[in-house]
């Protein structure tokens, strides 16, 4: 037996209902509800025939920036070890300045003190009455370069104003004890041979090592 709705429809022979369509209740037949919109054209993309050629799009400049950076990097790192790994096998000694040289004869110096090696060799030669001795020109306070003052007759440290008499002996200021002399000896010529590779020192409270053999040549 017919439900009410069937009878309804079975009446208006020119309305067709699809199977799975949904009549609202109290709605006529005849009035369709409204259609589903369109699906987006992107919610679905056809799958590529078989046998196309896909082209891939062409990577952004940026990529390519980063991939030369990050090469760069790596082949500059690598370079760079392998030069150290040379270096390593390189003698370093005979890129360091010989602590041994000649300063001349005796006879080229006059009594007193003479700076001219003191930008070379960091010493100055210093001739007395009767000896010759080379003073290593280092403030023993903390290691400056003093100054010579002709006119005061005595060594001045610009740093925190040490000062050392003619023959390097400290006396004012905190440096605690006289600079060192290095060792000085004759050559097969006769001219002074120093090292300053050899130092004699003074330390405070003892006994000095200026008098030691190889401290001064004497004249
Ligand atoms: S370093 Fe010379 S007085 Fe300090």
Partial sequence: MDSPINQELSANSDTIVQPGEI????????VPLPAKPPLPATAKTPPAPVGAVVESAPDPPVNKMRRRIVWASVTGFLVTCFLMFLRFFLPRSILEPSSVFRVGYPSDYALG??????????IWVDKTSDRIFVIYARCTHLGCTPDWKPSENKFKCPCHGSGYDSEGINF???APRPMDRAHVEL???GQILVDIGRLYRWPKGEKDEFNDPGAYIPL
């Fill in 23 to 30: 009549v609202a209740a109290g709605t006529p037949a005849s």
């Fill in 113 to 122: 003190v003479d700076t001219k090696w003191q930008q070379q060799y960091r």
């Fill in 172 to 174: 004012e200021g905190p």
């Fill in 187 to 189: 050559d097969a010529e």
